[in-house]
C-alpha cells in the first residue's frame, strides 16, 4: 500500500515542515485537498501553495480537486506541479474531457466519488482513469471520523475495473489510521491518504512509519 499524507492536517503555518515529515516517514506521495468554498465548505490551498510545494520536494503531489468547476483551475493545477489530479464525480459534468485534460498535462488522472456516490455510476469512465479517490468521510475537513461501509465499495469497483479490463488504482481518503488502515489494506485499497492520524500524533514521522508497518503487516 502507497501512503499519501494529507497536509490539509499539518501545521498551516509549516508546510515545509510538513513535507519534511512526509519525506523522513516514507511516504509516496503528498496529498494536497484543494477546496474552493462552494462544492465543499471550506477554503484552502490555491496555486500559488501547490507550486510552492513542488518546488520543495521530489514526492510526487496527489491534487484532490473539491471544486464546484474543476475545468476552470485544471490547467493550472497542472502546470503548478500536479503529478495526480482527482476531479469530483459529483461536480464534473464533462468528466472525460476533463480526464483526457488531465493526462494530455502529464499526470496521471483520477475521479472521486463522495461516500453515498455509487461506484458504479464510474462504469463508463474507467478506461479513462489511472486511478479512482473513494472518500471515506463526507469531504471539506480535516478529522472526521471514517465511514467503514465504504470499504465494501472497493469489492465492487474491482469487479467492475475486471469487467472492464481497467487496472485502475484504488485510493481511500478520510478518517484512515492505525484502527482500520489494515482493514483497507485487507479490502485491497492501494493507496491510503491519512492525514490527522499523522500530523496530530505527538511524533508524526514515527505514526507514518507505523502506519507503513500495519499496513504492510495487513496485505503480506
Same mark, same amino acid.
Given at each position: 500500500?502507497?501512503?499519501?499524507?494529507?497536509?490539509?492536517?499539518?501545521?498551516?503555518?509549516? &508546510?515545509?515542515?510538513?513535507? #519534511?515529515?512526509?519525506?523522513?516517514?516514507?511516504?509516496? &506521495?503528498? =496529498?494536497?485537498?484543494?477546496?474552493?468554498? =462552494? @462544492?465543499?465548505?471550506?477554503? *484552502? @490551498?490555491?496555486?500559488?501553495v501547490v507550486a510552492?510545494?513542488?518546488?520543495? *520536494?521530489?514526492?510526487?503531489?496527489?491534487? =484532490?480537486?473539491?471544486?464546484?468547476?474543476?475545468?476552470?483551475?485544471? /490547467?493550472?493545477?497542472?502546470?503548478?506541479?500536479?503529478?495526480?489530479?482527482?476531479?469530483?464525480?459529483?461536480?464534473?459534468? =464533462?468528466? /472525460?474531457?476533463?480526464?483526457?485534460?488531465?493526462?494530455? +498535462?502529464?499526470?496521471?488522472?483520477?475521479?472521486?466519488?463522495?461516500?453515498? *456516490?455509487?461506484? #458504479? &455510476?464510474?462504469?463508463?469512465?474507467?478506461?479513462?482513469?489511472?486511478?479512482?479517490?473513494?472518500?471515506?468521510?463526507?469531504? !471539506? @475537513?480535516?478529522?472526521?471520523?471514517?465511514?467503514?461501509?465504504?470499504?465494501?465499495?472497493?469489492?465492487?469497483?474491482? $469487479?467492475?475495473?475486471?469487467?472492464?479490463?481497467?487496472?485502475?488504482?484504488? #485510493?481511500?481518503? !478520510?478518517?484512515? +489510521?492505525?484502527?482500520n488502515i489494515r482493514?483497507?489494506?485487507?479490502?485491497?485499497? #492501494?493507496?491510503?491518504?491519512?492525514?490527522?492520524?499523522?500530523?496530530?500524533?505527538? /511524533?508524526?514521522?514515527?505514526?507514518?512509519? $507505523?502506519?507503513?508497518? &500495519?499496513?504492510?503487516?495487513?496485505?503480506?
Amino acid at each position: 500500500m502507497k501512503l499519501a499524507p494529507s497536509i490539509l492536517a499539518a501545521d498551516l503555518a509549516d &508546510l515545509a515542515g510538513a513535507l #519534511e515529515v512526509c519525506e523522513k516517514g516514507g511516504a509516496d &506521495l503528498v =496529498h494536497v485537498d484543494v477546496m474552493d468554498g =462552494h @462544492f465543499v465548505p471550506n477554503l *484552502t @490551498f490555491g496555486v500559488p501553495v501547490v507550486a510552492a510545494l513542488a518546488r520543495r *520536494t521530489e514526492l510526487p503531489l496527489d491534487v =484532490h480537486l473539491m471544486v464546484e468547476r474543476p475545468g476552470d483551475l485544471l /490547467d493550472d493545477y497542472l502546470a503548478a506541479g500536479a503529478a495526480r489530479v482527482a476531479v469530483h464525480w459529483e461536480a464534473a459534468v =464533462h468528466l /472525460d474531457r476533463l480526464l483526457g485534460r488531465i493526462r494530455e +498535462g502529464g499526470a496521471a488522472a483520477g475521479v472521486a466519488v463522495n461516500p453515498a *456516490t455509487p461506484v #458504479e &455510476l464510474l462504469a463508463d469512465a474507467l478506461q479513462a482513469l489511472d486511478f479512482v479517490l473513494l472518500m471515506s468521510v463526507n469531504p !471539506g @475537513f480535516a478529522g472526521q471520523a471514517f465511514i467503514p461501509g465504504v470499504l465494501g465499495k472497493v469489492a465492487r469497483l474491482r $469487479e467492475l475495473a475486471a469487467r472492464a479490463g481497467s487496472r485502475v488504482e484504488i #485510493e481511500l481518503d !478520510g478518517g484512515v +489510521g492505525r484502527g482500520n488502515i489494515r482493514m483497507a489494506a485487507a479490502a485491497g485499497v #492501494e493507496t491510503a491518504v491519512a492525514g490527522s492520524a499523522v500530523f496530530g500524533a505527538p /511524533d508524526p514521522v514515527a505514526a507514518l512509519r $507505523e502506519l507503513r508497518t &500495519l499496513a504492510a503487516t495487513e496485505s503480506a
